[in-house]
């Protein structure tokens, strides 16, 4: 399958996923290992439909995986969603340090 039919069906994910079609949403998930090569890159695209369909724990949880400060930031934005202001203040703060070291 070429590149660009693969991102068509990846898009179409997220898409589904915005507009509340769970089933389809992950579906197409499920074949995200034949259109997303890099596990990295997977993960992340996995846990922003996962978060757009409400299941912040499952997009937590694929980016506990992840070591890029993209994915980083990510479970920081995530985590936001289950957290109070203080404990918001405390991660981004940790954070923060952590991509300045």
Known sequence: MESEHKQLLVEAALAAANHGLEKESY?????????????????????????????????????????????KALFVIFSGARMNNSDKDVALNQQITTLSE
């Open 27 to 71: 579906a197409i998930v499920n074949v995200f290992p034949d259109l997303i090569e890099d596990e990295e890159d997977r993960r992340i695209c996995t846990s922003i439909i996962y978060f757009a369909l409400n299941d912040v724990y499952g997009a937590l949880e694929q980016l506990n995986a992840c070591n890029s400060d993209s994915a």
